[in-house]
């Protein structure tokens, strides 16, 4: 009986695998095998040692403090509107969330190019500014119009997980802790924050790592004045088709993304190890 429940579950699997042979482990290893080797198919580091340079070190290190902008912003946005949730009537709770939630059900590349519209010297901003009689203000292809960007597009992804946990929360042990003395800081501080720590780590890996990667809100809001290390990979794979250098500054930026998914990993079980103590 063992064996066949087995076998069944290999039968359900088997898709998957397929799916993530041809979609995942594949392009992987093209990825790997253009960034270790020259134009003829040997093996070469010289793709590695370009991709260090400093220009290209420059991109990546304003790409990290971009990306860990954005998700530090959207964490703190995120957390009061899913304890605000947590409290209100359900009705009005599912309007709020929806409206939040609005930006994963509409092209990425056209809520972006809204912020565009919206940013631009003539947009709505400094019109708005214009008719209030105020100077106005240079936002368009500027670091700052790319984290607004990351945060509008990337905030349902933290949302989401923090939602979930602090749903899961038990409030019995809220109501203990009331019960027991504690005021409503001292109950966030020892109780609600570390049991929601899995949504907190899972929401800033999935905003953390999309942002760091993204090269479409960059290039809109951005322009040709800030480039990212997202914005040099694409260019290289479609303009300049230098797929070897493009396959090595890839790899670079694979190392980063494997390190916060181990971060979180590593966060997730001694989170998991902690006693809350009210």
Request: aromatic share 10%.
């Amino acid at each position: 009986m063992m064996h066949d429940s087995k076998a069944v579950a290999r039968l359900f699997a088997a898709p998957f695998a397929l799916w993530a042979a041809i979609f995942i482990v594949l392009p992987l290893l093209f990825v790997f095998f253009h960034g270790l080797t020259d134009a003829e198919g040997a093996f070469s580091l010289a793709n590695l040692r370009e991709a260090v340079q400093m220009e290209y070190l420059r991109a990546l290190g304003l790409s990290v403090e971009l990306a860990l902008i954005s998700t530090v912003l959207c964490l703190v946005l995120a957390y009061p509107l899913c304890l605000i949730l947590q409290e209100i009537r359900r009705g009005r709770m599912v309007l709020i969330f929806l409206l939040f939630l609005l930006p994963l059900w509409m092209n990425s590349l056209l809520t972006t190019m809204a912020w565009q519209t919206i940013l631009e010297k003539n947009g709505i901003i400094n019109m708005i500014l214009h008719a209030l009689a105020l100077p106005e203000v240079t936002l368009i292809n500027t670091p700052l119009a790319i984290v607004i960007g990351m945060v509008y597009n990337f905030l349902p992804y933290m949302v989401l997980p923090l939602y979930v946990s602090l749903a899961d929360i038990d409030k019995s042990i809220i109501e203990a802790a009331h019960d027991l003395g504690a005021g409503r800081f001292q109950t966030f501080r020892r109780i609600v924050f570390p049991l929601s720590l899995p949504g907190v780590i899972s929401g800033c890996t999935m905003v953390f790592i999309p942002a760091l990667t993204t090269f479409v809100i960059s290039a809109l809001l951005g322009g040709n004045k800030i480039l990212l290390i997202g914005n040099i990979i694409e260019q290289e794979f479609t303009a300049a088709y230098d797929w070897q250098l493009g396959s090595a500054l890839s790899m670079i930026l694979m190392v980063f993304i494997i390190l916060n998914i181990v971060l979180e990993a590593f966060s997730g079980r001694e989170t998991g190890k902690q006693e809350v103590k009210p």
